[in-house]
């Protein structure tokens, strides 16, 4: 069976990125591997509660775990990842550590505009840590936040993505391994390089990210 087209049919079928996914497909075959069919604000409401009920249905009759480990995740530039990454239990996305060049003064809590080198893609995030002036931050956006007058940040221009820590969704990767991985709060659900110097479990820190597939 076809289940992310299965689970694609009962979407809105908007494409409207409120889910962070740039299609109703995409969105699909993420709920089939980690079931975030709440991240659709449509489901909620009560024209989609029959076709939400369908969708919680099929995807509990699913061995999840047998597709999480045996399934590979492929990307929108059709590269194979080795594994999804999500963010920390209960935080909002993995946790990235940033090398900002430009000189402005940033404190914890604060919000930023950047664009990651390498990626066309302008992002929001909020610092959470901060060491020797390199700041760990949960990403916000970009989606909505660039048309929202209230959305209060500060530019910080071209950032160096140093490191990534969340968890990993499919085969565990060993300390020292060179991976390619797909973050669960990428936009354009790239697939990205690094290597893994920390794992405890699930839990990975993945050290010199790239958005380049050798």
């Known amino acids: 069976m076809d289940y992310i087209k299965k689970i694609a049919d009962l979407l809105p079928g ?9 299609r109703c497909d995409l969105f699909a075959e993420m709920i089939l591997k980690v079931k975030t069919e709440e991240k659709c ?5 009560e024209e989609f509660k029959e076709n939400n009920k369908k969708i919680k249905e099929l995807v509990s009759n699913i061995d999840i775990n047998l597709l999480k480990t045996e399934r590979r995740f492929k990307g929108l530039d059709d590269y ?5 990454l999500d963010p920390l239990p209960g935080e ?4 990235m550590t940033l090398l900002i060049m430009g000189k402005i003064s ?6 930023v505009k950047f664009r990651p080198l390498g990626c066309p893609i302008t992002h929001f995030a909020k610092i959470i840590d901060e060491n020797y002036g390199v700041y760990v931050v949960h990403i916000v956006g970009p989606c909505h936040r660039i048309r929202d007058d209230k959305f209060e940040y500060k530019n910080v221009g071209i950032a160096i993505p140093v490191a990534i820590e969340g968890m990993v969704v499919g085969k565990l ?13 990428c936009m354009r659900q790239k697939v990205h390089s690094g290597v893994v110097v920390e794992a405890e479990g699930k839990r990975v820190y993945i050290e010199c990210v790239d958005f380049k597939i050798w």
């Open 41 to 45: 604000p449509f489901l909620l409401k």
């Open 106 to 111: 940033l404190k914890l809590g604060d919000l």
């Open 14 to 22: 908007y494409n409207c990125n409120a889910c962070n996914y740039r």
């Open 80 to 84: 194979e990842a080795d594994f999804l």
């Open 92 to 95: 909002p996305s993995g946790r």
């Open 173 to 185: 990767p060993e300390v020292g391994q060179t991976v390619k991985f797909i973050p669960a709060h």
